[in-house]
């Protein structure tokens, strides 16, 4: 794939998944190849490992010959394919990881564009130090926007609950602040008249 100059440049996306995916399915390819060319293999494999004494144990102990023989298969089987299935497990892991990684990101943006007065870091700092772990549970088997959402709500509902409820309007007299002498000692500075 040649590079366009006028096509917008990506900057590097730490949640794509594209390099793993392709790597993925090269090892799944090559396993495949693998597990059938394993029949073919693994019987050469036998017959040129196969010993003197494994022949004796042949007539001798028929049991614990295929014993040996299942041992040996399953050990060419791990040399041959053990190690890529287990890049394929990581690799599936990985890509798994950076997809809920990036769902994540993208509700964080999603949620910053419609709520400037809070980040999705202090959510869920307050989540983890305010929430109880029941309310946590439910919030958890949310998708990341509604997540956010409904820790919001609950942000909001503490909050107000915390502001102090204070009067629409002051009562009381008006002073008038100029008519108030402040060489004056009579401070009684309300019951004026």
Do not use: C, W
Request: proline residues 5%; aromatic residues 8%.
């Amino acid at each position: 794939m040649e590079n366009n100059p006028s096509s917008p440049q990506l900057e590097d996306n730490p949640y794509d998944t594209t390099s793993d995916e392709q790597e993925l399915s090269g090892l799944e390819n090559e396993i495949s190849q693998l597990e059938q060319a394993l029949e073919q293999n693994g019987s050469t494999y036998l017959a040129e490992s196969l010993t003197d004494e494994d022949k004796e144990m042949f007539f001798d102990n028929p049991q614990a010959f295929f014993q040996t023989m299942m041992q040996r298969i399953n050990g060419f089987y791990q040399e041959q394919i053990g190690s890529k299935r287990e890049r394929v497990t990581q690799l599936q892991e990985g890509i798994a990881q950076k997809k809920s990684n990036a769902q994540f990101y993208q509700a964080e943006k999603d949620f910053a564009q419609t709520h400037s007065d809070v980040s999705a870091d202090e959510l869920m700092a307050y989540a983890q130090e305010s929430l109880p772990p029941k309310v946590l549970r439910e919030i958890g088997k949310l998708q990341p926007l509604e997540a956010l959402n409904a820790i919001y709500e609950h942000y909001m509902l503490e909050n107000k609950a915390q502001e102090p409820e204070l009067p629409k309007q002051a009562s009381g007299s008006e002073i008038d602040a100029n008519s108030i002498d402040a060489n004056s000692n009579d401070t009684d500075y309300f019951n004026r008249a």
